[in-house]
């Protein structure tokens, strides 16, 4: 089972078991407020016995949902654990990215720095980058270009680093998306209904 469906799912069944104790909760309330004024040894008696089984029956279904919401708590640490791992990921890429682009930006630099002649679209991702740098490159270059053309020494000229096109920025899933996708690592624990829950309990209307 997927998590983000089993969450889904233990989620209502918590919140069928914190309805179904809210109104035995209400009944007990009532029984004890009826006990307080009952008038004679046998009501009391009898309004004690209801309240007992109430509270007997509140406990079961205590111990029912905490199984759940412990199995809750599971999810919920695998859940992250997904999420973290998608967003490192991530990260990593985008760290790996943005070394090779600053080696490209750097790269630039360097071959302007030597008077050679780079597209201008190369100029631009440089200029970009740090404009200060780029001015400073172009007034090296052209120093070391005047002196490569009283020497003799032919231009070099270099293609773009960055292709003919930009590529495409990758696509990343999301992170909630692959979190709540995963498949849980353990099955939890059997769905009981609160009615079912409480068959071994008497609770009398």
Known sequence: MKIGEAQQIYREQVKAYQEQKRMLSERLKQV??????????????????????????????????????????????????????????????????????????????????????????????????????????????????????????EEEEYDTLWGDEEKKEEEYEDPQEVAENATAANEGPALVSPEDALAGVFVEE
């Open 32 to 153: 004890q407020e009826r006990r307080e004024i009952a008038q004679n040894d046998e009501e009391k008696s009898m309004f004690s016995k209801d309240a007992a089984i109430l509270e007997l029956s509140i406990k079961e279904l205590n111990e029912k949902q905490e199984e759940y919401q412990d199995y809750l708590s599971e999810l919920a640490e695998q859940h992250s654990a997904y999420w973290n791992a998608a967003v490192a990921e991530q990260q990593a890429d985008a760290y790996e990215k943005y070394g090779e682009e600053m080696g490209k930006i750097m790269e630039v630099a360097r071959r302007l720095m030597k008077g050679a002649r780079v597209p201008q679209a190369d100029e631009k991702k440089l200029m970009d980058f740090s404009y200060e740098l780029y001015q400073a490159a172009k007034t090296t270059g052209e120093m070391v270009r005047r002196q490569k053309e009283q020497e003799g020494k």
